[in-house]
């Protein structure tokens, strides 16, 4: 039995490195943790409880993608980091997001007021695996910033941070600028002309 249980800790250790000390309790179930194993180990202090079905692992450092992480897991892995917390993580412009912002699939349920949810079937190039989590391209987001209420001097500053620092080219967002609609397509070339000025 000792093995086991040494097996259990392994195994949820191994989990938890992959995702920033984080794991919810369906994967501790998954691994062979019963509720009550978990409120045990809660109760102990083996588990910090973060959120309703979400543990983090004791003492474990924090990280700058920490919040993303825990989200990503919030949404059953099923979010991807976009619109103004992917320019944040992306250091596109100024953007200082008050909410997380996650593109999911269409039937995603699942509301938190921290959270602004953006229904959208991402193509798997506009998607960057950063381990425990997922954050769109720099392209796919500025097209997301230029569909959005971002401002105009917002989008202006992003845009130009992407081209300055070698991110995307004008030409790629103007080839792409089209699948966002008329009005972020418009507001891209208002950004690339600003950005010859």
Known sequence: MAGTRQDLRLALQRLAFSQSGYFTAAQALDLGYSYQAQKYHVDSGNWLRVDRGLFRLPDWPSAPEDQWVRWTLWSEDRGVV???????VHDLG????RHVHLSVPV???AVDPAVVTHVSELPATDVLDQGGWRVTTPLRTLLDLAGSDTSQEQLDAAVAAALERG???ARRIRSR???????AALRIERALGATTK
């Open 82 to 88: 976009s619109h103004d917390s992917a320019a944040l």
């Open 94 to 97: 100024e953007l200082d997001p």
């Open 107 to 109: 039937g995603f349920r």
């Open 167 to 169: 991110l995307t080219t």
């Open 177 to 183: 600028s089209d699948e966002a609609g008329d009005r």
